[in-house]
């Protein structure tokens, strides 16, 4: 059964520090896997998706890579800004089993960047 | 494009009563998702749909959860009864297929039974 890890589960950091969140799956048996933004009280954002055949995705400030043979994933948030503080969600699609097509999803990082 | 319209936004009733929650997908996408998210489980998938037909139900919670959808712009989320361990946010998304594309999520309908 795929299962979705994010570590840590809450990280504050000064204004203009590069972060990295880390994500990780138990079955590299995926479609692709995408990183959400969730703002308090309200829906998902997407901010990158990544292919099971690419190692990474970058938009603006934001980059990720993807090892699927280890399982693993990053978000790479450079000069992070009080506007970046959210709740931060990994997913990846499966390609076996009854979940087949939907997302699995970590619980996430709540990121909090002071001023 | 709109995105995913999800409706009502917020819906607070008492236990026992029918609530119906409702999602437009985007145009063209069709699969479509029904998510729940609690804070103590995070976000699970409830049922997904293919070409309108369901495709994965196993996430239902039991049989007082059901879902349609009659068309292919249109899908219904049901609970009856209600119970207060239902209250939680649905998300509906949608996506080209249930392949290599991208979700899309609508903004969900934050649900309070008390």
């Known amino acids: 059964k795929q299962e979705v890890t994010q570590i840590p589960a809450a990280l504050s950091v000064p204004e203009g520090e590069n972060l990295v969140l880390n994500c990780s799956f138990t079955d590299s048996a995926i479609y692709n896997l995408q990183w959400f933004r969730q703002d308090p009280g309200k829906g998902l954002t997407s901010l990158l998706l990544i292919q099971s055949s690419q190692r990474e995705q970058t938009s603006g400030r934001l980059n990720a890579s993807l090892d699927k043979s280890s399982g693993r994933s990053t978000l790479y948030i450079a000069a992070s800004q009080p506007g970046d503080s959210a709740t931060y969600l990994c997913a990846v699609r499966p390609v076996y089993g009854g979940s087949q097509g939907n997302l699995i999803f970590g619980k996430g990082t709540k990121l909090s960047v002071k001023p | 494009d709109a995105g995913v319209i999800q409706s009502p936004r917020h819906e607070v009733t008492e236990m026992g009563q029918e609530v119906t929650l409702r999602c437009k997908p985007i145009?063209?996408?069709?699969?479509l998702f029904w998510y729940r998210q609690t804070m103590m489980r995070g976000l699970e998938l409830l049922i997904y749909f293919n070409n309108n037909v369901p495709i994965d139900d196993s996430g239902m919670p039991e049989d007082r959860f059901s879902a349609k959808m009659p068309n292919a712009s249109f899908s219904t989320l049901k609970i009856q009864p209600s119970e207060p361990r239902d209250s939680a946010v649905y998300f509906c998304a949608s996506s080209f297929d249930t392949g290599t594309y991208e979700q899309y999520f609508g903004p969900g309908t934050r649900l309070t039974v008390t």
């Open positions: 145009s063209g996408h069709n699969s």
